[in-house]
């Protein structure tokens, strides 16, 4: 059984571009989470999706969109990319049922120059 | 406001001692969520334990123990008989509502041998 894949693994990115990383859930999950992990910090919530729509949102400007498709899988998009966007992205999912439950990817290490 | 402290940023044994991470939590609500997550080196937060806010038995799992403390808002984990192994960084969670984990800074366990 797979677990939370995330893509790609590290990626640099210049001031005012824009990325897209992606989340594939553990099967069974249908809820994905997003949290942002600056160096030496604990996670930050951006949002979360379920059923295709943005179910609850972190305190993150607009800059930062998601996404989730049928499958379940999800991306996140980060727009004008600043200095300060440079951190570890997380993806975690959560079991049919259990929302409060997360499991969390390996993250996609984000470097913006 | 909900918050949750992690007072050690670090700390350090000797491989076979007992260590004990605290966690120390803020929440108005009286239905909470509390967990503890390991991040070993390569990144993927590991999920440890999950305690909801009406149990407050006490848990052990092999070398690894949870006591939570409604009285002191404290949810604190021992690793009994450390390891090299067990080095890591360890986050205290708090959720609240939806599905938001609110993470405290994390705790750098570092087990010489």
């Known amino acids: 059984d797979a677990g939370v894949t995330q893509s790609p693994t590290h990626l640099i990115k210049t001031r005012g571009q824009q990325v897209t990383l992606r989340c594939s859930p553990k099967?069974?999950?249908?809820?994905v989470s997003w949290y942002q992990q600056a160096l030496g910090q604990g996670p930050q919530f951006i949002f979360q999706?379920?059923?295709?729509?943005?179910?609850q949102r972190g305190n993150f400007p607009d800059r930062f969109s998601g996404h989730q498709f049928p499958n379940y899988s999800s991306e996140l998009n980060v727009n004008a990319l600043l200095l300060g966007d440079s951190a570890l992205y997380l993806c975690?999912?959560?079991?049919?049922?259990?929302?409060?439950?997360?499991?969390f990817g390996p993250g996609t290490r984000l470097t913006v120059t | 406001a909900q918050k949750v402290t992690q007072a050690q940023t670090e700390i350090s044994v000797v491989e076979k001692e007992d260590v004990t991470l605290d966690c120390v939590y803020e929440?108005?609500?009286?239905?909470?969520?509390l967990f503890w997550y390991k991040q070993p080196p390569s990144g993927e937060l590991v999920f440890l334990i999950r305690?909801?806010?009406?149990?407050?038995q006490n848990e052990i799992s092999g070398r690894y123990s949870w006591n939570f403390q409604k009285s002191t808002s404290s949810f604190n984990f021992t690793i009994t008989a450390s390891q090299v192994v067990d080095s890591a960084v360890y986050f205290c969670?708090?959720?609240?509502?939806?599905?938001?984990?609110?993470f405290g800074a994390g705790t750098i366990l570092r087990v010489k041998s």
């Open positions: 975690a999912s959560s079991p049919r049922g259990s929302p409060y439950e997360q499991y």
């Open positions: 099967s069974g999950h249908d809820t």
């Open positions: 999706y379920y059923e295709e729509e943005e179910r």
């Open positions: 929440t108005r609500d009286t239905t909470y969520y």
């Open positions: 305690r909801n806010s009406f149990d407050e």
């Open positions: 969670a708090l959720r609240i509502y939806g599905n938001k984990l609110v």
